[in-house]
């Protein structure tokens, strides 16, 4: 296969027009083609090395797309497939919460998921893998996770800690949302406030559990993500303990020691399409401009990611090039993976062709995974 005539983003950072060639999954000639196979011609596009996504949740939509309204796992799944490569995502870690609560977040599910994930890997366009979001209050899931990492169940360990705000949303006056965790555990309400009492009683024996798991995770060369940390002293625990990814900082304060620490930050890419954060944390384009953003993720959104690197580079935030490895080679290294995420002979064939004058601002012509080509639109 050969993609010839294309705006080539190469992985030196400059954009040449040249010719790709494609053998056995893997990118065979760079400025050249190789003999057999169709032959796309990309003029007038952007050949973009393909995006990987180090956190995305919004398959959940599918699973579960109203409150208690289920849907069987391997349709849901092999439709966020169509949406992942349809928006250019080559690479995909799932952001499995594996939650203290029943329902959409907690055991069963994750349990179901990891075995649709396993039992589709073939049909599935995207490179599927696992970020498990283990919430640090579910102590008694510590064993089941330590067994999944000995298994290489997971890609991506990460450290969730949300019951705090869950106890503050939940036992305060207000309980502004308590009806949404209802809705997803299938709990009334007596009985989530019941639970959350039991959960916090517990709180003690949190500090050993997040060390046994991040030992685990150490010895199986699983890369680790702390999730939402607020402090210096936060940012720093969990460096030591071999948890080098911050995800989502919510403060200058945790950023700041991230950067000093050499610990790549991950923001969310719905973050720079909206033009700040949905819930009034870090503005993800500041944070670009400073040097406190390495890598963007699709979080909740799996379109935001190609929007989020064409917004900086038009908004002048950083290059192009700059932008694009935030959601290709900056997430892929930090993930523990070097086959992919630029384009350079004997990488992994990862490839999006790319309009960039679409509406909306840039547009998914082709996806290519491993070699094959997993969507396209009329050429």
């Keep these: 296969m050969n993609i010839v005539n294309g705006r080539v983003l190469l992985a030196n950072g400059e954009i040449a027009e040249t010719d790709l060639g494609i053998e056995d999954g893997r990118i065979a000639a760079v400025g050249s083609t190789v003999g057999g196979g169709e032959t796309l011609d990309a003029a007038g596009l952007l050949v973009l090395p393909g995006i990987v996504d180090i956190h995305g949740d919004a398959f959940e939509r599918q699973v579960m797309p109203r409150p208690g309204v289920h849907v069987d796992q391997d349709i849901a799944f092999m439709d966020t497939d169509r949406q992942l490569v349809g ?3 080559t690479t995909a870690y799932h952001g499995i919460t594996y939650s203290w609560e029943p ?8 349990r179901t998921v990891l075995d649709t994930l396993d039992r589709l890997q073939d049909s599935f366009g995207c490179d599927a893998r696992v970020h498990l979001r283990w919430e640090t209050f579910n ?22 800690d949300h019951t705090p705000m869950i106890v503050r949303e939940v036992r305060g006056e207000v309980k ?19 639970l959350v009492d039991r959960i916090v009683a517990r709180e003690a024996d949190v500090p050993a559990a997040i060390d046994t798991l991040a030992a685990a995770a150490r010895a199986n060369g699983v890369a680790q993500l702390s999730h939402d940390d607020r402090t210096a002293e936060s940012r720093n625990h969990f460096d030591a303990i071999g948890c080098k ?7 200058d304060e945790a950023a700041a020691r991230a950067v000093a620490l050499g610990n790549p930050i991950v923001l969310g890419s719905p973050n720079v399409m909206r033009g700040g954060s949905h819930n009034g944390s870090l503005n993800a384009a500041d944070m670009v401009r400073v040097g406190r953003c390495d890598i963007l993720a699709s979080d909740y959104y799996y379109p935001s990611m190609m929007v989020s690197a064409f917004r900086l580079a ?20 930090a993930a523990g993976l070097t086959d992919r995420g630029d ?11 790319v309009d960039p004058d679409a509406p909306g601002r840039a547009r998914a012509k ?14």
């Excluded at 329902?103 to 994750?110: D, F, I, K, V, Y």
């Excluded at 899931?141 to 890609?155: H, K, N, Q, T």
């Excluded at 082709?366 to 050429?379: F, N, Q, W, Y």
């Design 176 to 194: 502004k949302k308590i009806g949404q965790y209802t809705g997803r555990t299938g709990l009334d309400e007596k009985a989530f406030v019941a």
């Design 314 to 333: 038009d908004n002048g935030d950083c290059s192009f090039a700059e932008a694009w490895s935030k959601v290709s080679t900056n997430p892929a290294r």
């Design 103 to 110: 329902g959409l977040r907690g055991a069963e599910q994750c």
């Design 245 to 251: 990814i911050a995800e989502f900082p919510m403060t």
């Design 139 to 160: 102590l008694d899931a510590v064993d089941e996770v330590l067994e999944w990492l000995g298994a290489g169940r997971i890609d991506l360990l990460a450290f969730n």
């Design 343 to 353: 384009i350079a002979v004997g990488q992994r064939a990862d490839l999006v062709v």
């Design 366 to 379: 082709v996806t290519v995974s491993a070699g094959d080509i997993v969507h396209r639109m009329l050429m």
């Design 87 to 89: 928006n250019g995502i």
